[in-house]
């Protein structure tokens, strides 16, 4: 726990860091890795004076980040090339829309699959003109896995780009339908914000919403940090360019049956990284915030994970959430059965 | 982690774990002569783990993680835990390597120039490489090159050179045995054994030096040298690299100069007395 | 019955070298090496000069170069397919 909190204490302030001992900058890059932190931390600690072998490990950080960003960027540009003719809202999702918005939180911000969300009609025929342009299933069409895909997950099954080997996730929702709160789809298509190059991503308040939702209901909290850091990052330019934002997110909260975990989310990241939060909204301390902070803490200055046993609570919670248990039972017995 | 090894390897350094004493007893005697990293800060982090928690003891079995890891990897038996370690580096080296364009090749320096040789696995760029380095040149590497993204040099990262299968008893008849580590017999890639580079190639690995050859070996064929066309060679280059995708602009700058200063070659040979001479040959033609 | 209308990059988002007489590009926007023959890296000097379909882009060929024959429109329908896929071209 204690690496753990030397990363987010140098997220939090860097120039309160102080001297660390050659044992702290290989533990905290180690930490920042696993926690796919080391961009966002190399740019947090950008121009102070470093050992010359950290300065020379963040400045590779910044350089990796600066190529996610483009090849985010390219994929969300090569998925509008094949959608154009269909003339649909494309709205991107999570990391690749912080980049194409240019927002604070998209510095150092690592990006994995592209993930977009459409209209849930236009699904079909979205997938069409993406293998149309090279696009195709990871596996060949299974009746069970497809079923599954498109009536309980929010999402297609993933595609890849045969000649890029980049993956493209389609939603419709950002939650399972089959999850309890239910967001409201067609209000956040309705709410989306225009970008530059004719793709669209989510209004503030939603994409504060979309992030607190990922967050706890992908439900084992892997990779925690990194999301909450997201937050952190979100609110304070999104609170800082609007006076309304902050009703606005407690009106949008509760239109997507996500109250709670929003707030959950505010709680957590004034904990971990000092965000400036609106009180009301964030709600009192609950006893379970210091577990869900013992749980984001959970890594040491070596990269492993710890306290296994608080993860696996939390991975099993994941998975209840996501799905109710008579067709958890279901969905793992015809898995079982192969 | 319970032990902990610390390494100097050319211009990178390494920090090792492991929740078992052997691999790294045997690290450390492969390694002895090497430094620790003067600053104390690794560049990369190597684990040696188990699995699940209770093949610490029982069929002990070594899970490769660090900075990077390879989700489908299989873990390896604890008897070959040294190999782990090493698999545990390359596979740091192969994903992380930012300052570098890394190329798998190995090299061999004379008089501040550098050669360069790659091609698939198997081919006996290790052998040669460390053969070279007994017969006058200067190991730089037998696994990756490092090549500076500014001034287009070549550094040394002179781990212990990976000797498989027959190749071994070729290198047991040049050099002492206390350079060698353990004979390890059933790995995934069959026999393997390590063997270090010598008291120059340890000595000298800060000093880089200008590429000036390349040279695709094969193994295996008759005596043989073949040219080969510049985007040919460029597109084999950034095949043998791991990184080149990641450096961007960089990357495709610094390989475009490599390519346009460096002439190259391939060469095919039945053995490794016919191997050197064509080197020699070759390396002497290019001065 | 004018075919679809094709734009390429600006020159700045490309580095190119040439090797043995291929054209070896970098695009910035996508940070993918791309390793072309001729007539694609003409092509895409061709359409620089500013959208044009592939009957119009035979027409600023023949015009620049001594490109003619009877493959000639193949040629350039076949490379503008490719250097579509590969993101260097693009639909108007």
Redesign the interface.
Known sequence: MRDARLLVRALRDPDGLGLL???D??AL??AA??EQLIGSLAFRLEGRPL????E??LA??R??A??AR??A??EA??AR?AL?PLDLPVILLKGTAFHAADLQASEGRSVGDLDILLPRERLEAAEEGLVAA?WERLKPADGYDDLYYRRWMHELPPLIHR??DRMIDVHHTILPPTARPTPDAAALIEASVALPNGLRMLSPADMIVHAAAHLFADGDLAGGLRNLWDIDRLLREFAAGSADFWPMLAQRAERHQLGKAVALALRLARRLYATPVDAGLAGRDRPTDRLFEARLLARNG???EKS?LLRFAFYVRGHWLRMPPLMLARHLWVKARG | ?KHRLSLQIGPV?F?I?SAWAEPLDALARLYAGYSE?E?????F?V?L?PEQ?WRRWIRPSVAI????ILPDALPLALAHGLLAAEMGMNLQMALGQ??FLLLHAASAEKDGRALIMTGESGAGKSTLAALLGERGWRLMGDEFALLDLDEGRLHPFPRAVSLKNKAIAVMEQEVPGDRFGPRLEDTPKGTIRHLRPNQEALGRMGESARPALILFPRFGAAEAIRGVGQAEIFMRLTQASTNYV???A?GFDALAKLVGACPAAAIDYPDTGTAIGLVEELWREAA | MAGPRYIADPEDCVRSVTLDGLSVLFH?????THIVASPAPEILVALRQGPADAAELLRRLREAYDFDGDEAADAVDARLAELE???LV??A
Do not use: C, N
């Open positions: 001992s050659a044992g900058w290989s890059v180690a890795r696993a050992p010359g072998r950290v020379a490990i590779g950080a350089h990796d600066a190529q483009t090849q960027l390219w540009e090569m090339r154009a090279g000649t890029r070596w990269g492993q296994k | 982690m350094s920090r774990g990293p600053d104390g800060i690794a560049d982090t684990r783990e928690i993680r660090g900075d990077y930012k300052r990641t450096l961007g960089a | 910035r926007p996508s940070g993918m896929q590969a993101g693009r639909r």
